[in-house]
């Protein structure tokens, strides 16, 4: 049952991203950006976490949940530390994710070489 | 040579007509599956690192690992860009396309050097996205610890 | 007023220059293309075996100058100027073809239309009696052309139905100053007209513009109706930029239709998934130097109108929000004087 919301969760937010690409010729970058301040924001007021209480990885696996990580981990932090949690939060939270990016796409970015399009 | 708003307005009336439009329909298809898979791939790692008695948080911290790893991989192998073609957003959304987004310039530019070329480049389309999002999530920040 | 200039972008050569030879190279993809059979070589690897694709570019470039002199009969200390160009930053891929050919050079830069703006300018100077033998000489590379003006190529993205694939190529041209033709008999050279088109996933209708401004001064210019020509052929208009360029001229009282075709439609067949068609510097080259010129000898076609289209916009311009203006270039090419 899990597997089913996941794949409905995810694909809806997909779907929306794929309509605001083919109606708005907004760039995969942009998308990116809109989706993860976006995140955050729904993140902040506390809505995305019924999201993924339905959702389950639909929702942490879009870049909407990397947003969401962000806004929860400063929130935390916030309760925890007070004011300094507001600038260590977000990226404590996000902290795997990122150097994961960083690390392996540097080390793939050594093994692999780009092939052109056929 | 001034502009002429009423001749470019007529003419972008005519290049409109005849531009092709996206097969919306068949593309937000392919987006939904393809963004419901990956999704379902990352259910199952969590599903698995939870029932190697991870809490939520560290089973969530270590699927977002993994399926950088997986989308990393997959554009080293030169897979993405062909899931990419078909699937649009929906292998752009998931935190995998992150991944894409960040190996597939650090490759290309390699030639370049690995300073300026390769570790520069990966950050042209995550540096944005890291940017913004911390952003936003201290501005969420700021406005919790004055507010609660 | 000048002698040899008719209207008001014309010029009528009083001693025409001969096309002598011409030399192509392609990469594979277009080598599986409709046209496949008249191109002199065709990669099987677009790495061209070199370390970088802006390598493996400028070494099209170089062969298909050598291809050329060879089919000539000439040697590079025969020819008094080349005239070349590419789409990338600086014009490396010319420049550095030019480093290693030891001729004297002028680096053209008009985008796509180089192709037949280095042809114009070299048939000014054999009609001006400055020059016996030119060689124009253009090059462009998807994998190069991809990286300095769209996404990497491993990016996962979609390509919009308005968009062209750049040619992987290099084509080049032998003018001479004697020879029994072909002939350039008439140039006719465009302004840059931009009517406020954004979409650089869409050249064709950024150029369409430019590219009718043209053809209608070429007109008027010369007096010349359709029913002169045989062949009415531009560069990189693609699937998209043709039908809007058919439709401005029909507008203006001009129906080329039945005479008309396009070098970036002609080259690639449409299930090779390239969506509006092929466009880049070489796509008009190739197909000029290795498609027309074989038809022209074989006398399917006696009197051409050929006009390569540029769009002049560059990454930084675009990411500023500018829009693309377009440019045109057309010779005419006569096997009779």
């Excluded at chain 1, 924001?41 to 969401?68: H, Q």
């Excluded at chain 2, 470019?8 to 963004?35: D, R, T």
Aim: proline share 3%; net charge neutral; aromatic share 10%.
């Amino acid at each position: 049952m899990d597997y089913i919301k996941a794949f409905l969760m995810g694909g809806l937010i997909c779907a929306i991203a794929q309509i605001l690409i083919d109606k708005t010729k907004l760039t995969p970058a942009r998308i990116l950006v809109t989706y993860v301040t976006l995140g955050a924001i729904l993140g902040g007021l506390g809505v995305y976490k019924k999201l993924i209480d339905i959702g389950g990885a639909g929702a942490t696996i879009p870049l909407l949940g990397f947003g969401n990580s962000l806004a929860q981990g400063v929130i935390k932090a916030v309760e925890k530390d007070g004011l300094i949690g507001v600038f260590t939060g977000g990226l404590t939270a996000t902290a795997g994710g990122i150097s994961a990016a960083v690390f392996f796409g540097y080390i793939f970015s050594l093994i692999f070489n780009p092939r052109t399009k056929k | 040579m001034e502009r002429d708003v009423k001749k470019e307005q007529e003419y972008k009336n005519i290049a409109q007509k005849y531009e092709p439009k996206p097969a919306l329909l068949k593309n937000i298809v392919m987006a939904f599956v393809v963004g419901g898979l990956i999704s379902d791939i990352g259910q199952f790692f969590l599903n698995f690192y939870l029932s190697r008695g991870y809490s939520m948080q560290d089973a969530n911290t270590l699927v977002s690992i993994t399926m950088v790893f997986l989308g990393a991989f997959l554009t080293g192998i030169g897979v993405y860009d062909d899931i990419g073609k078909f699937a649009g957003a929906g292998s752009i959304v998931p935190i995998t396309g992150f991944a894409n987004s960040i190996v597939s310039p650090a490759m290309e530019f390699k030639r370049e050097g690995f300073v300026f070329g390769a570790a520069a480049k990966m950050f042209t389309i995550a540096g944005p996205v890291i940017v913004y999002g911390v952003s936003t999530s201290i501005i969420i920040g700021l406005i919790y610890y004055f507010l609660k | 007023m000048a002698k040899k200039k008719l209207g008001t972008q014309t010029v009528e050569f009083k001693n025409p220059p001969s096309i002598i030879a011409g030399g192509t190279i392609v990469g594979p993809k277009e080598g599986e293309g409709p046209l496949r059979d008249y191109f002199d070589m065709i990669l099987v690897d677009d790495t061209y075996g070199e370390k970088s694709w802006e390598k493996a570019e400028s070494k099209m470039f170089q062969d298909a100058v050598n291809l050329a002199l060879k089919k000539a009969n000439l040697k590079i200390s025969e020819i008094d100027y080349l005239l070349g160009g590419d789409l990338l930053n600086q014009i490396i891929s010319a420049n550095f073809a030019a480093r290693q050919l030891n001729v004297p050079h002028f680096g053209l830069y008009g985008a796509c239309s180089t192709t037949t703006e280095g042809l114009t300018l070299g048939a000014m100077l054999i009609d001006g009696g400055y020059a016996d033998y030119i060689i124009t000489a253009t090059s462009s590379h998807f994998s190069t052309a991809e990286r300095q003006f769209r996404y990497p190529l491993e990016q996962g993205i979609q390509r919009p139905f308005t968009s062209q694939w750049t040619v992987t190529g290099a084509g080049a041209t032998i003018l001479a100053s004697t020879g029994e033709g072909p002939y350039i008999t008439h140039a006719t050279t465009g302004k840059v007209v931009d009517l406020g088109m954004k979409d650089a996933n869409n050249m064709g209708a950024a150029m369409a513009p430019a590219a009718a401004d043209t053809i209608i001064t070429h007109f008027k210019d010369t007096g010349f109706t359709i029913e002169d020509y045989d062949l009415i052929m531009t560069g990189d208009m693609g699937r998209v930029g043709r039908d809007i360029l058919l439709e401005l001229l029909y507008k203006e009282g001009y129906d080329i239709e039945s005479k008309y075709k396009d070098c970036g439609i002609e080259i690639f067949d449409e299930s090779q998934d390239v969506h509006s068609g092929g466009s880049g510097a070489a796509c008009s080259a190739v197909v000029l130097n290795g498609w027309l010129l074989s038809q022209i000898q074989n006398g399917v076609y006696k009197k051409v109108l050929f006009m390569a289209t540029g769009a002049l916009l560059s990454p930084t311009s675009s990411q500023q929000g500018e829009s693309i203006p377009g440019i045109a270039h057309a010779i005419t090419i006569s096997t009779t004087l």
